[in-house]
């Protein structure tokens, strides 16, 4: 029995060791992340990552609404020509990136500077497809900052030239569960990068963005 234990309590510090590890090494990526619109360097490419529009009681997801909003500022002010967004589309009931264009059209970003990609179901995908599937790999990412330094992590790891614009976070009481799979999702990320070299679901035929 105190063989069980001791065996338990080593495995729970192993855990824990790498939990903490994990988030320390994905929020290194915070120095490349920025708060200021008027310190974002410009590039070509916006990558707004996706999640749901609404929250499963009806009402609108804060997440997703500042995610648009910070979009559309990097458009207005000129940092950034096109907008790719990527999000979960897989089922005809259920369509992220459709819903994220028609609100960043009704907030005056022209229609034709915005692309979609149907298959960004996680952060790796969204990040991968975006280099191998729209051929850019210098961008500007969006979501909030504890995502974004994943994203980021994730991105210079597969080549990619990327920052982060920190769209506005929710209160702690509204994005405590959010937060709290966030550590196990950065542990996820170094194991999908290091050791299972995951891959997207899907890749798919190239699109050119001008």
Not at 148 to 177: C, L, P, Q, S
Request: net charge positive.
């Amino acid at each position: 029995m105190k063989r069980l234990t001791a065996l338990i309590l080593a495995f729970s510090l192993l855990v824990t060791i790498f939990l903490l590890y994990s988030s320390w090494l994905v929020g290194r990526s915070s120095e490349r992340c920025y708060n200021d619109l008027e310190k974002v360097p410009p590039k070509k490419l916006a990558l707004v990552l996706g999640t749901s529009k609404k929250l499963t009681n009806g009402h609108l997801n804060l997440y997703y609404q500042y995610r648009i909003k910070a979009a559309v500022e990097l458009y207005k002010a000129g940092k950034v020509k096109y907008i790719l967004v990527s999000g979960d589309n897989s089922t005809k009931h259920y369509d992220e990136p459709t819903a994220m264009k028609k609100d960043l059209i009704a907030q005056g970003v022209p229609g034709d500077k915005i692309f979609i990609d149907y298959a960004g179901f996680r952060t790796l995908d969204s990040v991968e497809r975006c280099k191998k599937v729209f051929l850019e790999d210098d961008i500007i990412v969006v979501s909030q900052q504890f995502h974004n330094e994943r994203a980021v992590f994730i991105a210079r790891y597969k080549g990619v030239e990327a920052i982060g614009y920190n769209a506005r976070d929710v209160n702690h009481h509204y994005g405590f569960k959010t937060q709290l799979r966030e550590k196990f999702a950065r542990a996820k990320a170094v194991l999908d990068l290091f050791l299972l070299r995951t891959r997207p679901k899907f890749y798919g035929e190239t699109i050119n963005i001008p």
